[in-house]
């Protein structure tokens, strides 16, 4: 076997028809307690692309996390050539808490691509930019929405890249979201780097969803398979209807305080003026009806059952691509 066919990842060896579970650290706790972040690599015997696939990069995002869980726990990271390498929890930090952010108060999806020596979340980021991502030939992220927002299945990609554009259609969530990269997050570092990436949002923070799980299970299978490494005792189910794809949004916010409660379910098509939801009072004396701004498609939706004015509360789409 040539040089050519050995992985050199995190200081370790990994040949061909080799598994194994390596891990970075960067930092110790206070009480000198490693923390370890697991890396679990398969290999085929036979060469091919490397498929990244992550989550965790916010520590209260565990739908993510669980839909890698899966991958890893049936098998479907065993791929028929190439290599699947897999990453379930990145902020361990914030896992262990269920904090969003580092312990430091970084967002680590603010600080790519990190440092060397700076601060905690920056020194992670640094190592996974620059002794992971290399590596990979395409990078799957898996995401939640925050503050009590529930989003429904999708993918988000940038305008105007083709080869992003067939990926997304291929993973088959209900919608693509077209979204600029946000300055210092993965997605835009991985982009820099000419590594193609598909981020997938799905869920809300502290919450398992099975429909988002298997959403997230069955396009990661769609995109092994097409690209030719997904294992042959795995079946692949086509999307139940076609991606909707967003080329604008807006978000509808809360124009009083109080108790919340929408309506209208996720992933619904709305006409301008339909009734989304209901802002009351405690105390009988308030009902406030939410209305859409616009005919579209809901596709997030705030579930926290007090709100402030201003709180977004639902997203909607503004324009459509053919």
């Not at 990271?77 to 262990?96: A, L, Q, R």
């Not at 940038?158 to 990926?167: A, M, N, R, S």
């Not at 989304?276 to 009988?284: A, S």
Request: charged share 20%.
């Amino acid at each position: 076997m040539s040089d050519k066919d050995i992985l050199h990842i995190l200081g370790k060896k990994v040949a061909l028809g080799q598994s194994a579970k390596v891990s970075f650290n960067v930092a110790k706790l206070h009480t000198q307690n490693t923390i370890d972040v697991p890396v679990i690599i398969e290999r085929s015997k036979k060469p091919g692309p490397t498929v990244l696939i992550t989550a965790g990069i916010h520590g209260d995002e565990v739908n993510g996390v669980e839909i890698v869980r899966q991958i890893i726990a049936k098998g479907i990271n065993k791929p028929k050539k190439g290599t699947i390498i897999c990453i379930p929890v990145i902020n361990v930090f914030g896992f262990i808490h269920m904090d969003r952010e580092f312990p430091d108060g970084r967002d680590l999806n603010r600080v790519f691509p990190g440092s060397k020596i700076g601060s905690l979340a920056s020194r992670v980021a640094h190592k996974l930019i620059t002794e992971i991502v290399p590596h990979a030939d395409l990078i799957l992220d898996f995401h939640t929405g925050g503050a009590g927002r529930f989003n429904s299945p999708q993918i988000r990609i940038v305008k105007g890249d083709p080869e992003l554009d067939e990926l997304a259609q291929i993973f088959g969530a209900p919608f693509i979201y077209y979204s600029k990269n946000i300055k210092k997050s993965f997605r835009s570092a991985s982009s820099k780097m000419d590594i193609p990436i598909l981020l997938f949002e799905g869920g809300k923070s502290f919450n398992i969803d099975n429909n988002i799980t298997n959403t997230g299970v069955n396009g990661i299978k769609r995109i092994l398979h097409h690209l030719g490494i997904l294992n042959s005792k795995f079946t692949v189910s086509k999307p139940k209807k076609n991606c909707i794809k967003i080329q604008g949004s807006k978000w509808i916010r809360a124009s009083h305080s109080g108790m919340f409660k929408a309506v209208i379910s996720i992933n619904s098509e709305v006409k301008k003026g339909d009734v989304l939801g209901h802002i009351t009072d405690p105390y009988g004396s308030f009902n406030h009806f939410v209305k859409a701004p616009n005919n579209g498609y809901i596709f997030n939706v705030n579930e926290s059952p007090i709100i402030y004015q201003g709180d977004a509360i639902f997203h909607i789409s503004t324009k459509l691509k053919p």
